[in-house]
């Protein structure tokens, strides 16, 4: 069946320091992509997606590019700011046509 | 605003208890979800459905149930609550389609006692 694994956490940076949190998925077909965000005290909202391979999603300065070769998804920040901390899970839709998530990676940036 | 309501944040009950819980969507989405999310597992799917009175089974349906009587709203029922039930519930609603953009509640923190 379809998985996801994500990057292990919990990943501490300083505010302006570069991010990258790391996402590999297994999926028969063409699955979309996404980056869902879970700010403290706070239900899950859409980060950015990617349909197809070599598209690029990106939001609020976040970018993510889904990679078909290497089956990945990994979402980058140039400068991460205090208000980026939160969990962050990757996500995919496959033929099923449901979510399948990572187990999450907790981000905590400090001033 | 699009909008996602679970009926309480945070609820205690005791083992062997019948519990329900509620999830409202304002949205006309066909699609509704449950998941429970723990530490390191990410968030697993318990039950979804596409439409009015039908409902699938996910990953972990075991100890569950739902129910969906009208579009908007998508009961979550655990028939006799475990402590292994202890957990944060997640419901979701989405558009059918291949790009399921999902809109999640805040969640519902529930401790088994």
Redesign the interface.
């Known amino acids: 069946g379809d998985s996801?694994t994500q990057m292990e956490g919990p990943v501490t940076l300083s505010e302006e320091a570069f991010l990258t949190i790391n996402c590999t998925y297994t999926a028969t077909g063409y699955p979309?992509l996404?980056w869902y965000v879970q700010y403290p005290?706070?239900?899950?909202?859409?980060l950015l997606?990617a349909?197809k391979a070599d598209d690029k999603g990106s939001n609020k300065g976040f970018e993510a590019t889904y990679r078909k070769e290497t089956t990945s998804f990994h979402l980058e920040k140039g400068s991460v700011q205090v208000s980026d901390s939160a969990v962050y899970?990757c996500a995919l839709?496959g033929s099923a046509?449901?979510?399948?998530?990572?187990?999450?990676t907790q981000l905590t940036v400090l001033p | 605003d699009v909008k996602?309501t679970q009926s309480s944040r945070y609820l205690v009950k005791r083992t062997g208890e019948k519990v329900f819980l509620e999830c409202v969507q304002d949205m006309d989405h066909e699609n509704m979800?449950w998941?429970r999310q723990d530490p390191?597992?990410?968030?697993?799917?318990i039950y979804?459905s596409y439409d009015v009175k039908m409902k699938e089974k996910?990953d972990i349906p075991e100890g569950y149930s739902v129910s969906r009587e009208k579009k908007e709203r998508f009961s979550l029922i655990l028939e006799s609550a475990s402590t292994n039930q202890t957990s944060m519930y997640?419901c979701?609603s989405s558009l059918?389609g291949?790009?399921?953009?999902?809109?999640?509640?805040?969640?519902t923190r529930l401790t088994v006692v």
């Open positions: 996801v979309s996404f005290g706070e239900g899950l909202q859409l997606k349909t899970f839709s046509r449901q979510l399948t998530f990572g187990s999450g | 996602v979800f998941y390191g597992l990410g968030l697993r799917l979804f996910g997640l979701a059918p291949r790009l399921p953009e999902a809109f999640f509640g805040q969640g």
